[in-house]
């Protein structure tokens, strides 16, 4: 599978567009994303910008079809060894909060309330990875139940959104602690507490 723009190399011209708007998103959410800041940013002038980005739409639009196209090689990986369903998820988890710790701005694109309520295509290509998101983790939950380690009446799907709200707060609360905390080690305290709910030994 071919690697996203966020993994190509920096002289690529798009690829560094990309990860400096991504930094702007950071420090500044959606809404402070600017043509001008981010020419200053890349150190483009504008009309470059546009031979790549024919708007602040269009730029977003590429960063979730990259976040969508990460997020299955992800899947790719932890697909490769199933059997173990506990590992899995921790493997998945850490491959998501790695990614977001590498590219924090992506957070702040999937949880903007500007595409939240704003835009109708932009919140459908965040629904597409949001719904791809939760099908793998429902597929890894259910073979945990056909297993005999997951709760037999655990609701599979409320399953896998509660493993998408550990990522959600594992990050917020790393915010909130100013980045000075290990993402991963955040994230595995409260898998270990997840795991504790759907565990058939519970």
């Known amino acids: 599978m071919k690697r996203s723009i966020f993994f190509q190399a920096e002289e690529n011209r798009k690829a560094k567009i990309i990860t400096s708007a991504l930094k ?7 809404k402070g994303l600017t043509v001008a ?19 602040k739409k269009d730029l977003i639009a590429f960063i979730l079809d990259n976040t969508l196209e990460e997020a299955r090689r992800h899947f790719e990986e ?12 921790k493997r998945l988890l850490y491959l998501f909060l790695n990614f977001l710790e590498q590219y924090p701005g992506i957070f702040r694109v999937i949880f903007s309330d500007e595409i939240q ?23 890894i939950i259910q073979k945990g139940k ?3 380690k997951l709760r037999s009446d655990l609701d599979s799907n409320m ?9 959600y707060t594992a990050y917020s609360y790393w915010t909130i602690k100013k980045r000075k905390l290990s993402l991963n ?11 504790q709910g759907v565990n058939a030994q519970s």
Not at 24 to 30: A, H, L, P, Q, T
Not at 78 to 89: C, F, G, I, Y
Request: aromatic share 8%; hydrophobic share 45%.
């Open 159 to 167: 399953g896998a959104i509660h493993f998408l709200g550990v990522i």
């Open 185 to 195: 080690k955040i994230g595995q305290l409260l898998l270990k507490q997840y795991f």
């Open 37 to 55: 800041r981010l020419s200053k940013e890349v150190g483009f002038v504008e009309s470059a910008l546009y031979r790549h980005f024919k708007s």
């Open 146 to 148: 056909e297993q005999g």
């Open 24 to 30: 702007i998103i950071d420090r500044s959410g959606v």
């Open 117 to 139: 309520v704003g835009d109708e295509e932009l919140l459908g290509k965040l629904e597409k990875l949001t719904a791809e998101m939760i099908d793998f983790v429902k597929k």
């Open 78 to 89: 932890v697909e490769k060894n199933l059997t173990d369903v506990m590992a899995a998820l």
